[in-house]
């Protein structure tokens, strides 16, 4: 399942550890072998839930922690946590370009070995023009050389030349002239684009308007919003709120309750803890109320980053000023808050000695950082320089005991010490700047001005063979297999979409019956309601007694209604059920049972029959005995918001998982009977089934008519290609070494054809081969 994401605090390495010393001497016991498996690296991302999607930014923020450490200031990444970092043998991306979630599950099958190594799965969005460039850092220059036209060579890495005022994105975007207030707040397009709340947004029904409708004018009050985050049975909720005016004064500054179960309380970062929450009764539509309240009506809220707060809040407000957005850069890269604030105003804030952020500082430090924008003009925000104080900043870290040049500024004359985890540099030149030089396989390898087009010609098998030789000598390599672009164009023009929601929907179409000519067709809705939520529901005429065609929204109640009511009586009559027989189904029960076997869906089940009434906080009191329960997922519909009949639950072990399913089936909660099984659809496909049903109601199309014709010559050829490439894969993950992370992508695809989202797998090698955490 994925979604929602576990990240948890790190474990300091004791001193005088040997990591090598975890490998040596021959023979270990039992206990030796599960003390070195504890010490070795290894991954926590336990992905559960419907919102699956993980950025580039997130991904490259991954990426960028494995490859350098914290040694390097990269942070841990929020959504996953890599234990032991500093033990990993290496890094290796494998891309496979042209390839989406799509094409995952319609080659299910032929991935055998992906499936079974890669228990950590999500959703990528659709790619940019540049994905690689996306993961790695974009915008810098690789040199293996260290110098390269137009740089200046600092030791580790680069610093752009000044071009002049003229090149600055704050100019490009402002211009010169100085502006009042209203300038700078973001447009409609903006908000959009950024994924800010808006009214009549499919995703943001339910979320609370702040009415601050009066006309803005530069005159208009400014307010910093700031909040802080913990993580929850549901993803990221509000823990910590703050609110401040245009004078610095703090107006509202709360702890807030989540209605969901806490998973972890981000501390590091959130500053709160299960005991500073234990008295708390203030929850979020307390929180929304107040704000609506104390916000006039011109208000102009200020925040860094403003959207995730606003969405945290399930709050809309039309006027914003992103302050990670007016500081402008190129390639849609931000500063951080914390440089703005030391860059900008001469602040230290987030301080490493201080437990957690605090949000009113965090506010206040956006605040200032917009009235300052606004008083002194682009121009003078242009000529402090700021890309190169960060540069600066940058190189003091990776190479504290060198010296440094220094490049002239106007502005801000002071040297920047501390600040961690700057915007989104290029990582890869860091590696080459500490003598690392990363490894690119494929359509794209590293040269003198960096990422440049190389022989496209070069087929998966002669990639596989330089990887082979090539990985073991790089700590960070990127490996790119592709199948031929011309299948994927003309597979795309053909229709290949349209086969595989075919496929789909029949696997989640059962037919029923025959019923009596005078049956009620209600108490057939009710009866087969209770193994899970139904899409649609027809009765089929044509037969000679009436038949009941129901198609459902998830996998497991298609499959729960095909196991527990064949042969049943339902509505005075003892019926069949069955899916249809199509070309689509005909390996229907072997792809059932490899969805059951995935490594994916170990210790999690599906549980249907349960009452719309109940809450996700009921639910949790309701299996709170089952042991070693870790997460409850209860899935809403993505249009109306409201939840399902249906949840999942992920437990620890999957013995805890077996001896749950036998002691919820029959389970009576508030008067509803519960049905279980083992779960076969995670999080990412259950939403992605849910896109597929929701396109082809848009379409007007009936997948049931629209029979799979038999594959042709050329798709059973790629079939066989995909296996190859299977193999491919598992015979290079074979080859690494323990402790390497490995993370296969599936860009996704992006075209006037139409967009797919990707996918991606990751893993840690062990002895043991599980790349479980």
């Known amino acids: 399942m994925a979604g929602l994401s576990g990240g948890v605090n790190g474990c300091k390495r004791p001193a005088g550890e040997d990591a090598e010393g975890l490998r040596a001497g021959g023979k270990r016991s039992r206990a030796g072998r599960r003390e070195a498996k504890e010490k070795s690296s290894h991954l926590c991302a336990a992905l559960l839930g419907e919102d699956c999607e993980i950025s580039p930014e997130q991904l490259h923020e991954l990426l960028q922690y494995a490859a350098l450490g914290k040694h390097h200031n990269a942070a841990q990444p929020s959504w996953c946590h890599i234990y032991h970092q500093s033990r990993l043998a290496g890094v290796v991306v494998i891309v496979l370009h042209e390839m989406s979630q799509l094409h995952f599950y319609k080659f299910y099958l032929q991935f055998k070995h992906l499936r079974k190594v890669f228990q950590h799965r999500f959703t990528l969005p659709p790619p940019s023009a540049n994905f690689l460039a996306s993961l790695c850092g974009e915008g810098s220059s690789l040199n293996p050389q260290g110098t390269a036209q137009g740089l200046i060579s600092t030791g580790a890495e680069c610093i752009p030349k000044s071009s002049g005022l003229q090149c600055d994105p704050i100019i490009r975007k402002y211009g010169k002239e100085k502006r009042g207030l209203t300038s700078y707040t973001l447009t409609s397009e903006e908000l959009k684009k950024n994924d800010y709340p808006m009214r009549d947004s499919p995703g943001c029904k339910g979320y609370m308007y702040t009415e601050c409708d009066l006309q803005r004018t530069d005159s208009s009050p400014l307010f910093g919003l700031d909040c802080e985050m913990c993580l929850t049975a549901r993803g990221n909720e509000v823990v910590r709120v703050s609110l401040v005016d245009a004078e610095g004064q703090c107006l509202l500054n709360e702890l807030v309750k989540p209605e969901s179960v806490i998973v972890n309380y981000c501390t590091r970062y959130s500053g709160v803890t299960r005991k500073m929450l234990l008295p708390v009764k203030t929850r979020l539509p307390d929180i929304q109320t107040r704000l609506k309240k104390i916000l006039p009506h011109d208000a102009v809220l200020v925040g860094h980053s403003l959207n995730a707060d606003l969405q945290a809040l399930q709050m809309i407000h039309p006027s914003v000023i992103d302050t990670s957005l007016l500081f402008a850069r190129n390639e849609g890269r931000r500063f951080k808050l914390k440089f703005l ?80 985890h700057l915007s989104k540099p290029c990582f890869l030149a860091c590696l080459q700047g500490m003598g690392q030089k990363p490894l690119l396989l494929g359509r794209q390898e590293l040269d003198s001005s960096g990422f440049c087009q190389s022989d496209l010609s070069a087929s ?11 990985v073991p000598l790089s700590t960070f390599s990127i490996i790119q297999f592709s199948l031929d672009p011309e299948y994927v164009a003309s597979h795309r023009l053909a229709g290949f979409c349209e086969k595989v929601r075919n496929k789909l929907t029949d696997m989640l179409t059962i037919y029923a019956g025959p019923f009596e000519e005078d049956f009620c067709l209600k ?85 249907a029959g349960i009452k719309k009434s109940l809450t996700e906080t009921d639910l949790q009191e309701e299996f709170s005995p089952l042991k070693d329960l870790e997460t409850l997922f209860l899935p809403k519909d993505l249009q109306s918001g409201k939840h399902s009949t249906c949840c999942f639950l992920k437990f620890q072990k999957s013995q805890s998982a077996a001896d749950a399913l ?44 629209e029979k799979m014709a038999p594959l042709s010559d050329s798709e059973q050829d790629v079939k066989k290609k995909v296996k190859k490439l299977d193999h491919h894969i598992k015979k290079l993950y074979r080859s690494l070494q323990d402790n390497t992370l490995c993370v296969v992508l599936f860009p996704g695809t992006n075209s006037i054809h139409g967009s797919q989202s990707g996918l991606g797998m990751m893993g840690i090698k062990d002895d043991g081969g599980s790349s479980a955490c």
């Not at 604030?341 to 987030?350: D, S, T, W």
């Not at 998966?460 to 090539?470: G, H, T």
């Not at 005909?586 to 089940?605: A, M, Q, S």
């Not at 049905?675 to 009936?702: D, P, V, Y």
Request: hydrophobic share 40%.
């Open 341 to 420: 604030a030391k860059a900008v105003l001469g602040k230290e804030i987030q301080c490493e000695q201080r437990l957690g952020h605090d949000p009113a500082e965090d506010a206040r430090a956006a605040l200032e950082l917009a009235q300052f924008f606004i008083k002194k003009g682009p121009v003078k925000v242009a000529e402090l320089n700021l890309e190169m104080l960060l540069a600066a900043e940058r190189q003091t870290e990776v190479l504290p005991k060198k010296s440094v040049m220094q490049p002239q500024r106007c502005g801000v004359q002071k040297q920047l010490n501390d600040t961690p």
């Open 460 to 470: 998966n098998k002669q990639i596989l063979q330089r990887a082979l030789e090539d």
């Open 523 to 607: 108490s057939v809705k009710k009866e087969f309601g209770k193994c899970g939520p139904i899409h649609s529901l027809t009765v089929v005429s044509e037969t000679y007694q009436p038949y009941v065609c129901i198609q459902y929204g998830v996998l497991e109640a298609a499959q729960l209604a095909v196991e527990s009511l064949n042969g049943a009586e339902v509505a005075g009559s003892c019926i069949k059920v069955q899916r249809p027989i199509t070309a689509a189904t005909l390996d229907c029960d072997v792809l059932i049972k490899e969805l059951e076997l995935d490594i994916e869906n170990e210790g999690v089940i599906y549980v």
């Open 662 to 705: 036998e002691a919820i089936n029959g389970w009576a909660v508030k008067g509803s009977t519960l049905r279980s099984r083992h779960a076969l659809a995670s999080g990412h496909l259950w939403r992605w089934i849910w896109q597929m049903n929701h396109s082809s109601e848009k379409q007007g199309g009936n997948s049931l008519s």
